[in-house]
């Protein structure tokens, strides 16, 4: 587990102390160089995001910012 800061304006802090947010989402963007959209298949592995065809050919692996068990603070 480790402690990781994350990014949130002003007023979505005051959302989170006042109770009225009690989650967020990210962005995952899928990768653009050799890989077509319609065939990339993402998948978590050993803590990492990896994208692949689909058809157990091209893989890009991306390690993740985030895991479960982290505790972000604001």
Not at 29 to 54: C, K, M, N, Q
Request: aromatic share 8%; net charge positive.
């Amino acid at each position: 587990m480790a402690d990781r800061p994350i990014p949130f304006s002003g007023p979505m802090v005051r959302a989170i102390h006042e109770g009225r947010k009690t989650m967020t989402r990210r962005v995952l963007l899928r990768p653009t160089t050799r890989f077509h959209a319609s065939y990339v298949v993402p998948r978590i592995e050993d803590g990492a995001i990896v994208w692949s065809d689909g058809k157990g050919g091209m893989e890009r692996h991306e390690k993740m910012k985030y895991a479960p068990g982290d505790r972000l603070w604001v």
